[in-house]
């Protein structure tokens, strides 16, 4: 690279003059500045945070939505109907005024209707709440199992505190835990299933 009474530089001059040495008179002229190669400037860290956001939420795939509120539905309606056969098989055939929170003078059909109607509307509260976790929490399906457990805890253990017949506060007790712990795995399933939700998969953030 030759060098000039001003400093070392390319010796190429752009347009047609390209490919040939430069003169005398042009090599002493020429402004050693603009033979020094202009550092590349850094990004904007505003952009590349942008573009980072961007693509994490493209690499996301939509929440399972539509799976978790199909799975629900169909479990308040099985989960009300064994609800119903249940507590009628319970008074009709045992004799145990299940559940307990009805009373003991209360006719069959009236006590089974009331408790269906409850695990309906406890399994779409569940699913809502999971639909709600999708859409605000980092890990829904570890949140969901949390509230989840604390409730069907709670749901147990009530019955018991209640005043009426023993058999009938267990048999209400052991019918909340068999099937709040239902949902609380049947949605919990569900959603994890579906997809590794971003922030909340087995390689994300140490696990749902």
């Known amino acids: 690279m030759p060098d000039s009474s001003f400093?070392?530089?390319?010796?190429?001059?752009?347009?047609?003059?390209a490919g040939r040495?430069?003169?005398?008179?042009?090599?002493?002229?020429?402004?050693?500045?603009?033979?020094?190669r202009r550092q590349v400037e850094a990004p904007a860290q505003r952009y590349e945070d942008f573009v980072a956001l961007h693509e994490e939420i493209a690499a996301r795939s939509d929440p399972p939505l539509r799976a978790l509120w199909?799975?629900?539905g169909a479990a308040a309606f099985g989960g009300a109907?064994?609800?119903?056969?249940?507590?009628?098989?319970l008074r009709t055939l045992f004799g145990v005024e299940a559940p307990v929170f009805a009373g003991e003078?209360?006719?069959?059909?009236p006590a089974a209707a009331s408790y269906a109607l409850c695990v309906f509307a406890g399994t779409i509260q569940g699913t809502a709440l999971m639909h709600l976790l999708l859409a605000t929490s980092a890990r829904p399906v570890?949140?969901?199992a949390w509230i989840g457990g604390i409730a069907v805890a709670l749901l147990t253990i009530v019955p018991l505190t209640l005043k009426g017949p023993l058999d009938?506060?267990?048999?209400?007790?052991?019918?909340?835990?068999?099937?709040?712990?239902?949902?609380?795995?049947?949605l919990s399933a569900v959603v994890?299933?579906?997809?590794?939700?971003?922030?909340?998969?087995?390689?994300?953030?140490?696990?749902w």
Request: hydrophobic fraction near 40%; include cysteine; glycine fraction near 18%.
């Open 70 to 72: 199909w799975t629900g």
């Open 81 to 89: 109907m064994l609800a119903f056969a249940a507590v009628l098989g």
């Open 7 to 17: 400093g070392r530089y390319s010796g190429g001059l752009p347009g047609r003059h």
């Open 168 to 186: 009938a506060a267990f048999a209400t007790s052991g019918m909340n835990l068999a099937g709040g712990a239902a949902v609380v795995v049947l």
């Open 21 to 36: 040495s430069a003169r005398p008179w042009e090599r002493s002229f020429r402004c050693p500045s603009g033979a020094r």
């Open 142 to 144: 570890r949140a969901f």
């Open 192 to 207: 994890a299933g579906s997809r590794p939700f971003s922030g909340d998969g087995p390689d994300a953030r140490g696990g």
């Open 105 to 109: 003078h209360t006719a069959a059909e």
